[in-house]
């Protein structure tokens, strides 16, 4: 029934309707203040020539006015051949110098999961690209996990193809990735795709603002709640000859190889190569997260020159036009800004136009006169082109950060066409300090397309925006146990990780950080890879000596290495003896409050006093401990109960409630304790009982696997008799396939009998940890065993574990394994001058590999060939084996791996097979073993293990038949796919019957 409609009469219209107005206002309010909302630049990455491979190296670079520039080197161009002082000369370049990054060809395609073979064609923009994005994310705190699904955007300023270019003018070397791997759009893609990112995913040709007008896209992008995260990079690679002396032809550069910007010798610029990135997050996100800031964006505008004087002239009218709604949009005036970033690229002309639209605006003298600075980055590092803009805001942000005004190199004499006089402009020539108090420091980056596409880019301080949010340093706390995690994608980069952080704890702002806060982060703030290391430290000079020791590749007493895997759920085990008490029971109610809580509770459901019972207690400090390893997240995959143990382990299993299980103990304890072993007297005790079915596998000592509805008041007679061996038990739980088991009591009693069983069966991968131990601090014995599950691969939520915390760190980046990639074999070396920085990423974070598939016939039968009947003919062990080192070799030569560097349990895909790849894979497994099969076996089992124990079924002696077969019948009338063996088509054959053209192509047109 409708509503009537208000009269005028109507008393309530009036309030109504100033509350309709009100809630209208607000909402606009709230729209507008998230349109201008500013944007958090949390992470930094770069790698810029002269040795800025971090933020505090490219700052060092800054502070001693390093000037990168150099001759051209001999691994890109022979200089002779392409070089002319006469610009006019045909087919010659009269650039001589440039700003050069060492060893561009290097990459660890590993990390990514891309197969060497695509390396080698992909342009090392997009490698370059990946390397420096890691970085700047790990420097935000933000792993691949974190990130993965997530709606984060990825905007990338880039025009260069230089690579592609190569390829093109040899079209004998163009492969499969050859257009993929050299085209622009592809290099935020990638890492869209690698990192499993939602958001926008975008590369931006503007010339020279590219990367800038990057910077403002992504800035609308989060205002407007399209994306959460925005990571924003732009970059530039100088590799072909051709494409400078186009450059030489017609554009300004020059003679001297400097850009002597702002200066009366100016006569052009000078092309120079890197990459910067930049991490977003709207303010109050990352405020709300605890991410440290390096810098915040107030505002940016975009504009274009429109009919000017040419296509490529600067127009003055237009920069001012930029500037002026980028300060508005910034709600800020000229006059406040202390730092200009000036496209500033050292022309003639450009030059004094740039400095009389910056007069007009940031000149003027408004009130209390400030200096403005006014500089370029071009004078350090030479033109980025494409990446101009980002390597601006990477200066401006450290400038902002450390309160310094970093030196203009190359000036000597002002422009005889610029005018400074009467403004508050200067160029500093020495670094500066920036005087103006944080609250009141803002900054300013410029950059002009050579086709008129304008940015300007407003940015403060943290604490120009939120001054209340000022960093404020971490405070020690007690001394006491914390769990300190590293993790590599080799052991020899896990050396290097722990000799990075060793170095940074010795060294700068490391010396003064607190251990908790390093351990934090560590935990909390970085993507967990393969190969892991855990462990529990007291004091920084304890971790020092750890990391000192790792370093050296030598494992230090207490630390727990492994290389993770996917080991399942643990086996929990339940002991009868000893039990835990005293101080220890009370410092580790004291350190993790979630198991203070479970034991109260389960005192309560006992009704019985502390320390009244000792039955009552073993099993409330038994659940307890096994509530505080599930609030870490690690739930039991079975259980295991010994003697009066056993009686926790029903509760822990599901087959008793809380209070069923406290009342089997409380009478237990009573008739141990008055001596009374009588049956009768227990069960008539425990009349009522209501067990019901387990939720998890409940082994009884003997190893039988209980069924929690019998656990009525007559099975728990055995709790009166002296506790049994539990070895059947343990032995029936590693024949499940059980690996892990945590032992839950004061002292291991049962982690002994645990690897005993274990070694008995010829398993090498179990891996039993017991809670507690006499010798050690309670929290720090339980860290002990949280250290060595993370090792092996266990999931634990690591934020539980630690407590609340909210100050994290910048600490050391990954170091790099590098490897030499080109599209064809080169004539020279690239530089062998290689910074030991390496670069991994989780293969889980790129992609899981896929689960174990429903089984089913993937092969097409065929009479056995000579090859074979000798396959056949082998002993199955040693035919096993040789099975998998065949296919290990095959799979590296297909994907051109180093074949120590394969994981025979990693994905072939996550590696970078596609669909050619296995199709050549199938050709030359047939070759080999001398029969057919559908090449859906390769996506049905992507890992060497998986695909050589499902070929070992193809090539395994049949048993002889026990009767006379019946007439073959066509495979149609069976139901069965020739192609497949399979009855439905399921996708799998779908797509291998459109393959088997592509997946035909001859071996040795991709392996000769």
């Known amino acids: 029934m409708t509503a009537p409609l208000p009269t005028a009469n109507d008393p309530t219209l009036l309030k109504r309707s100033l509350d309709a107005l009100k809630d209208l206002r607000a909402r606009f309010e709230a729209l507008e203040s998230r349109g201008r909302e500013p944007i958090a630049i949390i992470g930094l990455g770069c790698r810029i020539p002269g040795g800025g491979e971090t933020p505090e190296t490219l700052w060092k670079m800054l ?48 990390f990514f999961g891309i197969s060497p073979r695509e390396a080698e064609q992909m342009d090392p923009q997009q490698r370059l690209f990946l390397e420096v994005a890691w970085h700047a994310l790990e420097d935000a705190g933000l792993s691949a996990k974190a990130l993965a699904g997530t709606d984060t955007g990825v905007f990338v300023g880039a025009n260069g193809n230089d690579y592609l270019q190569l390829q093109l003018s040899e079209p004998q070397v163009l492969g499969t990735y050859s257009l993929v791997g050299g085209t622009n759009c592809i290099i935020p893609n990638r890492l869209s795709y690698l990192l499993d990112l939602r958001g926008p995913s975008m590369a931006f040709d503007t010339a020279c603002s590219s990367s800038l007008v990057a910077v403002h896209q992504a800035c609308q992008s989060l205002r407007h709640g399209e994306s959460s995260t925005a990571i924003v990079g732009g970059l530039n690679l100088l590799l072909s000859p051709v494409v400078s002396v186009a450059h030489s032809k017609g554009l300004p550069l020059a003679a001297d190889g400097r850009c002597k910007t702002f200066d009366s010798r100016a006569d052009g610029y000078v092309r120079g190569e890197g990459c910067g990135v930049v991490v977003l997050k709207r303010l109050s996100d990352a405020i709300a997260a605890g991410d440290p800031v390096w810098a915040v964006i107030h505002g940016s505008a975009v504009n274009q020159d429109g009919l000017s004087n040419g296509l490529t002239a600067p127009n003055g009218g237009a920069q001012r036009a930029v500037i002026r709604k980028a300060l508005e949009r910034a709600r800020l005036t000229g006059s406040e800004v202390g730092l200009v970033e000036a496209h500033g690229t050292g022309t003639s002309l450009g030059d004094p136009i740039e400095v009389e639209a910056l007069s007009e605006i940031y000149g003027a003298a408004e009130g209390e006169r400030r200096p403005c600075a006014l500089g370029s980055i071009k004078t350090n590092i030479g033109h980025l082109e494409a990446g101009a803009g980002i390597v601006g805001i990477l200066k401006v942000a450290l400038s902002l950060k450390h309160g310094v005004i970093p030196a203009n190199l190359h000036f000597q004499a002002l422009n005889p066409h610029i005018s400074l006089d009467g403004t508050r402009l200067y160029v500093p020539t020495e670094s500066t300090p920036w005087t103006d108090p944080a609250e009141r420091r803002y900054g300013a980056v410029s950059s002009f397309g050579a086709g008129g596409t304008n940015a300007h880019v407003v940015l403060g301080t943290l604490e120009s925006a939120r001054p209340e949010a000022a960093a404020r340093p971490s405070v020690s706390g007690a001394e006491r146990a914390h769990l300190l995690v590293l993790s590599a994608r080799s052991r020899k980069a896990l050396s290097n990780v722990a000799r990075r952080l060793a170095d940074h704890l010795t060294s700068g702002a490391g010396q003064h950080e607190t251990l908790e806060d390093v351990c934090a982060t560590a935990a909390l703030r970085r993507t967990h890879h393969d190969h892991r290391v855990g462990l529990v430290v007291r004091t920084r000079e304890e971790a020092l000596q750890q990391l000192r020791a790792l370093q050296q590749d030598v494992r230090p007493p207490g630390a727990w290495t492994g290389t993770a895997g996917r080991p399942g759920r643990p086996v ?7 039990r835990l008490s005293g101080a220890r029971l009370a410092a580790l109610g004291r350190d993790c409050p979630v198991f203070a809580q479970a034991l109260e509770r389960c005192r309560g459901a006992l009704q019985l006093g502390q320390g009244a019972d000792g039955v009552g207690e073993h099993f409330a400090v038994q659940v307890a401990l096994a509530e505080l390893w599930r609030s870490w997240g690690v739930e039991p995959g079975a259980v295991l109960g010994q003697g009066v143990g056993e009686i926790a382990a029903a509760h822990v299993a599901g087959a008793l409630s809380l209070e069923d299980a406290a009342r089997v103990a409380r009478e237990c304890g009573a008739l141990l304790a008055k001596g009374d072993a ?43 008799r002296r506790p049994a061996q539990v070895l059947p038990g343990i032995e029936e739980s590693l024949r499940a396939g059980h690996v892990l088991f945590v032992e839950l009591g004061a002292e291991p009693v049962l982690t002994a009998p645990v690897e005993e069983a274990a070694a008995r069966q010829g398993l090498t991968d179990v891996l039993a940890v017991s809670c507690l131990r006499g010798s050690q601090d309670a929290l720090g014995a339980m860290l002990t065993s949280v250290a060595a599950l993370h090792a092996a691969g266990l999931g634990l939520l690591l934020e539980r574990l630690l407590a609340p915390h909210g100050h994290f760190l910048r600490l050391p980046t990954y170091p790099f394994e590098r490897e030499s990639f080109w599209f064809k074999e080169r004539p020279v070396t690239m530089l062998a001058s290689v910074r030991s920085t390496s670069l991994e990423l989780p293969r889980a974070a790129v992609r899981d590999t896929p689960p174990e598939p429903v089984r089913r016939p993937a092969e097409v039968r065929a009479p056995a060939s000579p090859q074979l009947a000798g396959w056949a003919e082998l002993p199955e062990r040693e035919r096993a084996t040789k099975l998998r080192s065949l296919v290990h070799a095959e799979v590296a030569r297909i994907l051109k791996f180093d074949a120590a560097r394969l994981d025979p349990k990693g994905g072939f895909f996550q590696m970078g097979m596609d669909s050619v790849m296995a199709g050549q894979l199938r050709n030359r497994l047939e070759q080999q073993l001398g029969r057919k099969f559908a090449v859906t076996v390769i996506f049905e089992n992507p890992t060497v293990e998986r695909l050589s124990r499902q070929l070992g079924t ?6 002889a038949p026990a009767t006379p077969p019946r007439e073959p019948q066509p495979l149609a009338s069976q139901g069965l796919s020739p192609a497949t063996g399979g009855g439905t088509d399921s996708i799998a054959d779908l797509l291998a019957r459109e393959l088997e053209e592509t997946s035909s192509i001859s071996s040795k047109d991709h392996l000769s």
């Open 572 to 578: 929990f085990l339940f002991p009868a003896e000893p």
């Open 678 to 720: 009588a049956a009768g007297a227990l069960s008539a005790a425990l009349a009522g009982l209501m067990p019901r079915p387990t939720a998890v596998p409940l082994y009884s000592e003997d190893g039988t696997v209980l069924d929690g509805e019998s656990l009525g008041a007559g099975a728990w007679t055995r709790c009166l």
């Open 63 to 110: 502070r001693g006015k390093v000037d990168a520039v150099s001759e051209v080197p001999a691994d890109r161009w022979d200089l002779s051949r392409y070089y002319d002082a006469d610009v006019a000369t045909p087919g010659r370049m009269h650039m001589r110098y440039g700003a050069f990054l060492d060893a561009p060809d290097r990459f660890d395609p590993y």
């Open 954 to 959: 193809f090539v395994t002696p049949p048993p």
